[in-house]
């Protein structure tokens, strides 16, 4: 069995490269001008013949790098939320994170719309951090179960959205236009400036949070058991909320609410390797990382020259999906 | 060799414990009874670590608990939970695996020991057929056992069972208890919660009965199995009689 599952660890993790190399180039392709698959390989390694210079580097190539990056980061913070609360419907959405970097960011936009756009994650990473941390201190002064931690994380998180929906209604409606379309979760417009801000932070954070992946299985096990295992909970739990709501705040800074990955792309891999950690987390951010560039590009491209935001298209097919878990996660109504 | 508790004051708001002191001998099976919410669960979470006493020492063969790196104290007391939390994706061998964490790095690569160990402690809970089963495929008598197969994997002089019966029918509450039994027979201490008096006297060797917090009797089950102290612990009127089978202590309510 040890070796059948790292023989279908392994395999899984080789498709799914190929699958998200498959994609990133369809990415460059897709859009309002559709680019042959010749022309973006002889552009992107510089080879003789057609190229597109403009539209792949300039535009595209970033977006589609940003898509990989935040996708994946989100399919890491939902496995870990989802862990730490041992629930399968939570989500970085779910538990108010990405709702209060919405509002950091939306603050940002309206109080101080001159801000270097390096700044963005550090603001979203803030309000992410601030929500989380009221959940979590509900959490440490009058501990209770994970169900009703997060439910008080869906209550910080409406707050938050109402914040967000009262700047948003109560401002002009050119103030707020740039704002509107990033909180859909959209990448239009991003380019290598946003990239740059990000990606290191997120690849380190990703980096750490892979070693974390065995005390992650450790800690799904419950309280009680994981700390009869040797497991220090309070301090792990504290550890893995932070990386969870940084790898969450920051990508959500730069491509807004782009709900649903966190939530889809952890269940999915588990479908395909199981529930350990060790190989739960690798899946499920390449999983992440393909679910958000094609909800990207296809946003781009199905109504081309319009765009859909990628976090309205990962919406519209994460609904159904989340009907479908609560039908299949509780088959019986007594548990 | 013993488990000391040194006047432990743990629990919840409003609840505590009042100044229990108690030393579990090494090599006995103790089962600690006593009606709903005495206290017997959590002066046991208290020695697994799940709550902190708020005052009084927890003493493992006489080294405080709280002195000692959390991996070092696993390899000395294992615990099966009250409520055991089932993974989701995660395989029986998986689930038994676990067991070695105190014996490993933060990265959780397991030895050849470690693999053995999990062999072994499959086999006791006669589990190695399921070893590739998903945990939360198997029937609840299934999932016990696999949880216990995690405390043997872990390989500690100490093991504790928190109400390992609960929600089990009969034929499981006595294969689980027949287990707890077995472990003992290897040398291993065990310390159990249970609610049913007839089935704590038939296996313990010592008895801890709990009663408002505190820690009203202990023995031997048939010095302590007492008409007097059932009225005066439970509030019952019931006969004692010797169990038909081994001769141990049974109760009938009246």
Sequence with gaps: ?335 | MSIDLKSIQSGYDGFKLKDVSLQIARDSLTVLIGPNGCGKSTLLKTISRELHPRGGRVLIDSKDVTQQRSKMVARQISLLPQHPVVPPGITVEQLVGYGRAPYQNLLGLRSREDRLRVEAALEIVDLSPLKDKLVSALSGGQRQRAFVAMCIAQDTPYVLFDEPTSFLDIRYQYEVLDLMATLHEQGKTVVAVLHDITQAARYATDLVVMKDAQVCAVGKPTDIITEDMLSAVYGIDARVYADPVTGTPAVSAL
């Design chain 1, 1 to 335: 069995m040890r070796h059948a599952s790292s023989t279908r660890l392994i395999w899984t993790l080789l498709g799914l490269t190929f699958a998200a190399i498959a994609v990133f180039l369809w990415s460059l392709a897709a859009g309002a001008v559709r680019i042959p698959i010749t022309t973006i390989i002889n552009t992107l390694f510089d080879l003789d013949g057609p190229k597109q210079g403009f539209i792949i580097n300039k535009s595209r190539l970033p977006r589609s790098l940003l898509a990989f990056c935040t996708g994946s980061s989100l399919a890491l913070s939902g496995a870990i939320v989802q862990a730490l609360l041992r629930n399968p419907l939570a989500s970085p959405k779910i538990i108010g994170i990405n709702s209060g970097a919405a509002l950091g960011v939306l603050l940002t936009f309206i109080f101080a719309p001159t801000l270097d756009l390096n700044w963005l994650p550090v603001v979203a990473a803030c309000g992410g951090i601030l929500a989380a941390a009221a959940i979590f201190s509900v959490a440490e002064f009058a501990p209770v179960s994970p169900a009703r931690l997060a439910l008080v994380g869906i209550a910080i998180g409406m707050a938050c959205d109402a914040a967000v929906d009262f700047i948003l209604a109560t401002s002009e409606l050119y103030e707020v236009s740039a704002p509107l379309v990033w909180m859909t979760g959209s990448l239009w417009s991003r380019g290598w400036a946003h990239l740059n801000a990000v990606w290191p932070l997120l690849v380190g954070l990703s980096a750490i949070t892979l070693l974390y992946s065995y005390r992650l299985d450790l800690i799904r096990l419950g309280t009680a058991q994981a700390t009869s295992l040797g497991l220090n909970v309070r301090r792990e739990r504290l550890a893995l909320l932070a990386l969870a709501t940084l790898l969450a705040a920051i990508s959500v800074s730069v491509v807004g609410v782009l709900g649903f990955v966190g939530l889809m792309a952890p269940h999915i891999a588990r479908q395909m390797v199981g529930g350990t950690h060790r190989g739960l987390l690798p899946v499920a951010m390449l999983v992440g990382a393909i679910l958000a560039m094609v909800a990207d590009a296809a946003g781009r491209a199905l109504f081309a020259p319009l765009e859909v935001s990628a976090g309205i298209l990962t919406a519209m097919f994460g609904a159904p999906f989340f009907v479908f878990l609560l039908l299949s996660s509780f088959p019986s109504p007594i548990q």
